[in-house]
């Protein structure tokens, strides 16, 4: 159980386009998923929280209008990456938190999405 | 912002050999989890912690939970191949916070 999936898994597109990653979470519901970016050789750095029905958190420095997060039900959030620039080049990974879980802070990571722009 | 402090960054070790490593933070966390991640995938949870000082197994992994909550640390016993890839601690309030990550690379 606990499984959580990316669509695509990797993704190349021109510089000022937009990319949209999707985050399932399989079998199980999640109120709540996260976004976040990985750099070569670095750690993962939270973006944004997702929340189910409501607007996305952000942490600091994330550009909200850059990283639009749409939480439409409680198994799908989506990132678009809008106008997309080759700094935007990187490892996306979402995660996903299950609401019915014992220890419901246990969040469980997607497979990742790997986004190079051109 | 909080941060973990992970180390060593990276380890060169020969097969068979017992691994560790260990987070320190300077705040404190009442969970702390620890996960691998193979190239070109998302993190796996190997273990984790929700206790002070609690000492945690899975199979030849064993993590324990400071005393302090800033800590934690990670052992592997008898390390064999499939242990390559990058080990993170992350402490977890509302959110996760990830180390820095360690790098583990097995000579065969």
């Known amino acids: 159980g606990a499984v959580v999936s990316q669509h695509p898994s990797w993704v190349i597109c021109k510089s000022g386009t937009s990319v949209k990653i999707e985050c399932r979470s399989l079998d199980f519901q999640a109120t709540t998923m996260f976004w976040y970016r990985q750099f070569p050789k670095q750690s993962l750095m939270l973006m944004a929280t997702?929340?189910?029905?409501?607007?996305?958190?952000?942490e600091q420095g994330v550009e909200k209008d850059k990283f639009l997060i749409n939480h439409a039900s409680l198994t799908l959030s989506t990132l678009t990456v809008t106008s997309a620039h080759p700094e935007d080049s990187s490892f996306y990974i979402c995660?996903?938190?299950?609401?019915?879980?014992?220890?419901?802070?246990?969040?469980?990571f997607g497979p990742g999405t790997r986004l190079t722009v051109l | 912002g909080q941060q973990l402090n992970q180390s060593p960054q990276s380890m060169f070790i020969q097969e068979g050999e017992d691994v560790s490593m260990n987070c320190t933070s300077s705040s404190i966390f009442n969970t702390w989890l620890w996960y691998k991640q193979d190239p070109g995938e998302g993190p796996v949870l190997l273990i984790a912690l929700y206790k002070a000082g609690e000492l945690t197994s899975n199979g030849r992994l064993t993590a324990q939970f400071g005393i302090t909550r800033k800590d934690s640390f990670l052992n592997i016993s008898a390390s064999i191949p499939s242990d390559v890839g990058i080990y993170f601690c992350a402490g977890l309030d509302q959110k996760l916070v990830f180390g820095q990550g360690t790098r583990l690379t097995i000579n065969p």
């Open positions: 995660s996903a938190r299950d609401m019915l879980a014992v220890y419901y802070n246990e969040q469980f």
């Open positions: 997702s929340n189910e029905g409501s607007k996305a958190t952000y």
